[in-house]
């Protein structure tokens, strides 16, 4: 559990459940929720996926779908438009939800539960520049995907929805 201390007094926090923790000072109740977050499928008009290398840890180096974490206020949609403009500097405007997943995010030694929210949208004539946490691109062929070389496991599911 990446916290020991109550947020609000100090106070030592005790595991009452798996993701509930209450404070033994001042019953403060910290619930540990996943980190809703996204990824969108970029296909182009021959049908090829955009991946992202990643630019940072976790995972640096390894091949991603364009995405990120929510902020605050913002829907899951205007996330998922705003993440990949900012990896890759393509706009759109029409995606369509694929479903959802679960994963964990390891961050500095603690692993954070997220809920991926899959998205996914055709572009034709792309002009895709890496950006933001993405230092590289590249155009995969659905069967020509490195799964051995994915930054997390929630990438194959998310392209496991468009093949089925």
Same mark, same amino acid.
């Given at each position: 559990?990446?916290?020991? /201390? @109550? &947020?609000? @007094?100090?106070? $030592?926090?005790?595991?009452?459940?798996?993701?509930? !923790? *209450?404070?033994?000072? #001042?019953?403060?109740? /910290?619930?540990?929720? &996943?980190?809703? @977050?996204?990824?969108? *499928? %970029?296909?182009?008009?021959?049908?090829?996926?955009?991946?992202?290398? $990643?630019?940072?840890? &976790?995972?640096?180096?390894?091949?991603?779908? &364009?995405? =990120? /974490?929510?902020?605050?206020?913002?829907? #899951?949609?205007?996330?998922?438009?705003?993440?990949? !403009?900012?990896?890759?500097?393509?706009?759109?405007?029409?995606?369509?939800?694929? =479903?959802?997943?679960?994963?964990?995010?390891?961050?500095? =030694?603690?692993?954070?539960?997220?809920?991926?929210?899959?998205?996914?949208?055709? %572009?034709?004539?792309?002009?895709? +520049?890496?950006?933001?946490?993405?230092?590289?691109?590249?155009?995969?062929?659905?069967?020509?995907?490195?799964?051995?070389?994915?930054?997390?496991? @929630? *990438?194959?599911?998310?392209?496991?929805?468009? +093949?089925?």
């Amino acid at each position: 559990m990446p916290y020991r /201390f @109550c &947020p609000k @007094c100090g106070g $030592r926090l005790k595991r009452q459940k798996e993701n509930l !923790y *209450i404070c033994a000072k #001042c019953s403060y109740e /910290f619930w540990l929720n &996943p980190r809703p @977050c996204n990824m969108i *499928i %970029v296909q182009n008009e021959t049908d090829e996926i955009l991946f992202v290398k $990643r630019k940072i840890s &976790p995972a640096k180096g390894k091949w991603d779908l &364009p995405g =990120g /974490f929510m902020e605050l206020y913002e829907n #899951c949609e205007k996330a998922a438009m705003r993440e990949l !403009y900012e990896e890759t500097n393509l706009k759109v405007h029409n995606i369509k939800y694929l =479903g959802s997943t679960t994963d964990v995010y390891p961050y500095k =030694g603690d692993k954070y539960p997220t809920v991926v929210l899959a998205y996914k949208t055709q %572009v034709r004539n792309a002009q895709v +520049k890496a950006n933001d946490d993405a230092e590289d691109f590249h155009w995969f062929k659905i069967n020509n995907i490195p799964t051995n070389k994915l930054a997390f496991k @929630c *990438i194959k599911w998310t392209v496991d929805q468009i +093949k089925n």
